[in-house]
């Protein structure tokens, strides 16, 4: 369990991180979102003891992560822009990681290898931006954290290892029960492999949940009705998040509450037409976290 | 379970020690290899191919070169993962510790940078051992005086010097890269710590000693050890020991000196608190500083008031010093001062700050250097502390100690070594009065010199007038001839020696005072005076009786020793060897006439000359003049010990006291046992006197001038006064080749003849230059004797 607890990051008098308490559930996959500069790298780096916070406390099954050689044994921080020695190979990269990491597992190296088509024996510094990132993933699994940290782990990679990779972050977390944070400011991205999510902007947590409990909360549904929305919601004790005009005569409403509940009380109205379709999660996004001072369509991609 | 965590601790830090060290194998290798071409092989070639420019132990410039550029490149290579975010992302998240990781890539970096030092060194210093040991034991090759244990044992110590400075510096390089952001910050910071602290604590010191009359300096001993701190490097360039700079005197260590052991002492502190506030500043360090300009203000700030203020006072110093009216010299000071600083200050902000960025703000950080500059320059000039005119009162002083050189010259015996500065503590009364007189006369002297209230140091002017007061021919015509000078109407060496005053010391001399108050606190002022100004207050002390026995080595003999006298008539080359007993009724003889000697009595031309010696000592002296120092254990040119040492020792090896007509009791007792008479010439003494010896006729010490006077410019003096003049300069005859002046002999009318003086040029007497200088008759020559 990942637990922050009035957690604060200032980089002089910028504040990147304001008072941020959160919980997340270990042997999960994490989606981390938020616009750049939204505070999700320096959430990582907190939570791979790189920084330091300057209130508040981050600690990983209860431990404080900062300088604690122990905790971070299971904790393995793939930034965006990775680190690499002068004239590093993969080869050497990994032999550095055996020296440090005791959970190193060549042969979850060796089956990387055949997953990522890397020469490991290849400068790194002379690979593509795609290719590098492929190699510091191959390093990462094969240190076996107990949490992976991935700062927008997907870039650079093209469709068919950006699958490899969910497969394989999937599988780990299955087998290993591996806990994966990706920070990302690109939802759709994460949309089929997180089964939790946060949304971060301006430094302040807007959302941190269950997506499926996100999902069962929110309902979208597709109706015709001659009567008002608001006052057949106001009759049917609905919330009503929003009203979008469709095609013809057909509106979209999108209402807190569970779908079987929402759909028999709209029933109660006789509509036309009824229908509940599966909210997306950029929308599921948009109308949990509307706040006044937020307009999130503007901060998820 | 804790020893567990403790393995899996020891080996993650055991592993990244070996994996730093491994990263940078490579130039681990070629420093290494720099080291081996500089060191053992250059030695071997040396020896088998160039074995004339052979030398002992030759840690030098480029043997030192080379370590202390990787012992700042090692620092920069081990830790520059601090200087880039990437990086810190790795390090910082790694499962271990700052306190092992640092460590483990300290420990690294010393590894690489003193592993190949040491035994490469070692190496080089076991062959050069070896190799001295040899040639040691060839007949008169200069090394056979130096014992092969203590030279051996003194290459290492130099060794071991060098391996402490780097060691020091390593940690200060350290400490520069945990207080940085970037790399080009800490190299800029390195180069301005080391190159600035020197400068300003050089510029601060000479800026004191010139302000303030009566400042004895801050001492050179302090000034090192403090320069040190922030600039190990200085180390190397500063003396240890009685020597000069470490790469001045390419590598001579008196490891025995107080120095050595402090200077040592000063670097492992130094090391060891750079150590510890590294490991500090690194378990707190932030992992965001990485890459940044902004980190660690305070640290730049440093460096912006060290350059400021360095460069500030150096120039400010230059341009005020050409001015001798104080207006115009305070003026130039404070523009200089301001002009240079604020260029200097703004220079450094724009490379540290990468422009012109918060500029506005620092510059009240300028402000406030200026103004405490400000405040301490004018304080000083002003002197409000009245620190220039306190002069002690003698109830207040438990006693003076005075170190000065030649401020009793008259009364000093003249001594056969270097002279050295005598330090002696005044306790009497009149003593004191006599000393705190003089204190007051300079301190007087000064405030007629003032032409303001804002005292203009003028370290560089002596106190009192100058020579060239009473000297109407300037500064270019001195009272001495030059060599082949034409000879002018109007400024011949006649008229300019004439002109000279009767009796007139010209010396410039120093004088330290400390006075040791009744309260505890000592106070120290140290003035560089005239003696003519000073005539009245100085022959007070001269006529002082604690004066005249405490200056006096004479009166300090270790009676306890063996001391032989020889007795010289040096005008007539007579020398009696006195027995035990007589040596011993001889120096109370001359302590008697000491003691009861005025000025006037020591002015008078010596009529003899008795030489002191303790066989002790000279039995100590090895054939090349190197005497075995019991203390240093080791062998020591005569002319290197100080005159405190030797003091340990009861009286130097020799020590020459004259014996002046006054000297009644000591001329008694002479002409007691030798049966001659030490006051006068015989009648019909006459001197051969000739001109500059001539090139190609010398042949050192056995130049005959009966045989070959013909070749030289010579004349005959017989006049008694000049004869009495020549037998003063001929007592202090110089044996030195090089001395440009001219030599003479005493004929006797009993036919017999004194041995041949070669007299030193500034010894000429007035009546030298109306001597008619030409080529003798053999006739001439015959009358000498008769």
């Not at chain 1, 990302?184 to 499926?212: A, K, M, Y």
């Not at chain 2, 003063?728 to 001219?742: A, H, L, P």
Request: net charge negative; with cysteine.
């Amino acid at each position: 369990m990942i637990c922050a607890i009035n957690l604060q990051k200032r980089f002089d008098k910028f504040s990147a991180l304001d008072n941020v308490n959160v919980e997340i559930p270990s042997g999960c996959v994490y989606g981390l979102v938020g616009t750049n500069g939204s505070g999700k790298s320096t959430f990582l780096r907190l939570l791979a003891g790189v920084y330091y916070p300057n209130e508040g406390l981050i600690t990983l099954d209860g431990e404080s992560i900062y300088d604690n050689a122990k905790i971070k044994t299971g904790i393995f921080f793939l930034p965006d822009t990775p680190f690499y020695f002068h004239q590093g190979t993969v080869r050497k990269m990994a032999d550095f990681y055996k020296l440090i990491y005791q959970n190193f597992d060549v042969e979850i190296y060796r089956k990387m290898l055949t997953i990522f088509p890397i020469d490991p024996k290849a400068p790194i510094a002379s690979m593509s931006k795609g290719m590098q990132r492929q190699a510091a993933l191959i390093l990462a699994f094969a240190c076996r954290p107990r949490l992976l940290l991935l700062d927008e782990a997907f870039d650079g990679l093209d469709p068919f290892i950006r699958k490899s990779l969910k497969s394989l972050i999937s599988e780990s977390v299955a087998e290993y029960g591996m806990t994966v944070m990706i920070a990302s400011h690109n939802l759709r991205e994460l949309e089929d492999l997180c089964d939790h999510v946060g949304l971060i902007h301006q430094g302040h947590f807007l959302l941190n949940s269950d997506i499926d409990d996100l999902k069962g909360n929110i309902q979208s549904v597709q109706i015709v009705l001659d009567k008002p929305a608001e006052d057949v919601a106001a009759a049917a004790g609905l919330e009503l998040l929003h009203v979008n005009q469709m095609q013809g005569s057909m509106q979209n409403w999108i209402i807190r509450g569970d779908r079987d509940e929402v759909l028999e009380r709209l029933n109660a109205f006789s509509p036309k037409y009824l229908e509940a379709v599966a909210p997306t999660l950029e929308e599921i996004f948009i109308w949990t976290t509307e706040v006044p001072e937020y307009d999130v369509s503007k901060i998820i991609l | 379970m804790m020893s567990q965590k403790s393995s899996s601790k020891n080996h993650i830090f055991r592993n990244m020690y070996w994996h730093t060290i491994k990263r940078n194998l490579g130039m681990t290798g070629i420093y290494s290899l720099l080291l081996l071409v500089i060191y053992p092989l250059k030695s071997l070639y040396l020896l088998l191919f160039d074995s004339g420019n052979f030398a002992i132990f030759p840690i030098d410039v480029i043997g030192l070169l080379v370590p202390i550029v990787f012992c700042v490149l090692f620092p920069l290579m081990v830790f520059r993962y601090l200087h880039s975010k990437t990086a810190t992302d790795l390090y910082h998240s790694l499962p271990i510790q700052r306190t092992p990781l640092f460590l483990s890539k300290y420990l690294a970096g010393i590894t690489m940078l003193f592993v190949p030092f040491i035994v490469i060194v070692s190496a080089d210093t076991v062959i050069n051992g070896l190799a001295y040991r040899h040639y040691m034991q060839i007949p008169g090759y200069s090394s056979a005086n130096y014992a092969f244990a203590d030279e051996l044992l003194a290459g290492f110590q130099r060794m071991a010097l060098v391996v402490f400075v780097l060691l020091c510096l390593y940690a200060l390089t350290v400490f520069i890269m945990m207080n940085t952001g970037t790399t080009l910050d800490a190299v800029v910071t390195l180069v301005a710590v080391n190159v600035g602290w020197v400068l300003l604590m050089a510029a601060l010191q000479s800026f004191f000693n010139g302000m303030l009359y009566g400042f004895p300096g801050i001492s050179s001993d302090i000034i090192t050890h403090v320069t040190i701190i922030f600039s190990p490097l200085a180390a190397l360039f500063y003396s240890v020991g009685y020597y000069g700079g470490y790469l001045g005197y390419y590598g001579y260590v008196d490891s025995y000196s107080s120095n050595y052991i402090s200077f040592i002492g000063v670097l492992v502190v130094v090391s060891a608190l750079a150590l510890a506030g590294s490991l500090l500043i690194y378990r707190k360090r932030k992992s965001e500083y990485a890459g940044r300009v902004f980190s660690y203000p305070y640290m730049k700030a440093l460096i912006k008031v060290i350059v400021c203020l360095s460069v500030g006072i150096v120039v400010a110093m230059g341009l005020s010093s050409s001015h001798s009216n104080t207006k115009d010299a305070v003026s130039s000071f404070v523009i200089g001062f301001l002009a240079a600083s604020f260029v200097s200050y703004l220079i450094v902000h724009i490379i540290l700050s990468r422009g012109f960025k918060k500029l506005g703000k620092s510059l009240i950080l300028y402000g406030s250097a200026v103004v405490c500059f400000a405040l301490v320059y004018f304080g000083v000039g002003f002197d409000v502390i009245g620190y220039q005119a306190r002069v002690p009162k003698a109830e207040d002083v438990a006693y003076i100690e005075v170190t000065g050189s030649s401020y009793g010259y008259l009364a000093e015996p003249m001594q056969s070594m270097t002279q050295q500065p005598f330090n002696i503590k005044y306790t009497e009364q009149d003593s004191k009065k006599a000393f705190i007189a003089l204190h007051q006369g300079l301190v007087d002297e000064i405030k007629k010199d003032q032409d303001s209230a804002f005292v203009l140091g003028r370290s560089n002017k002596q106190i009192g007038k100058d020579y060239y007061d009473y000297y109407d021919y300037g500064s270019y015509y001195t009272y001495e001839p030059a060599y082949n000078e034409p000879v002018y109407e109007e400024t011949n060496p006649q008229k300019r020696y004439d002109s000279v005053p009767v009796n007139t010391e010209y010396y410039n001399n120093t004088i330290t005072l400390t006075y040791h108050l009744n309260n505890g606190l000592p106070m120290t002022r140290k003035y560089w005076y005239n003696n003519y100004t000073f005539q009245d207050q100085l022959k007070n002390i001269y006529d002082l009786e604690e004066y005249k026995t405490k200056q006096n080595p004479l009166f300090a003999l270790d009676l306890s020793q063996d001391i032989t006298a020889m007795v010289y008539d040096d005008y007539s080359d007579y020398s009696y060897a006195a027995d035990e007993e007589l040596t011993k009724r001889l120096i109370e003889a001359m302590q008697k006439d000491y003691r009861v000697a005025s000025q006037a009595d020591l002015n008078q031309n010596p009529v003899a000359a008795v030489i002191l010696r303790s066989d002790e000592m000279e039995a100590r002296m090895n054939p090349d003049g190197y005497y075995y120092h019991y203390k240093n254990k080791k062998y020591q040119n005569y002319y290197d010990v100080p005159y405190s040492q030797m003091g340990t020792y009861g009286i130097p090896y020799e020590n020459c006291y004259f014996v002046y007509p006054g000297f009644d009791n000591t001329i008694a007792l002479l002409e007691l046992e030798t049966q001659r008479s030490f006051r006068e010439f015989p009648e019909g003494t006459k001197a051969l006197v000739c001109n500059y010896l001539t090139l190609g006729l010398w042949d050192g010490y056995d130049y005959n001038l009966a045989d070959d006077y013909k070749e030289l410019q010579c004349d005959i003096v017989s006049d008694p006064a000049q004869l009495d003049r020549l037998r003063y300069v001929s007592m202090k005859y110089d044996r030195d080749e090089m001395t440009s002046g001219f030599f003479l002999q005493y004929y006797y009318p009993d036919g017999t003849r004194s041995q041949l003086f070669y007299c030193w040029g500034n010894d000429m007497p007035a009546f030298y230059y109306s001597l008619n200088f030409r080529t003798l008759d053999e006739s001439e020559i015959q009358t000498l004797g008769q």
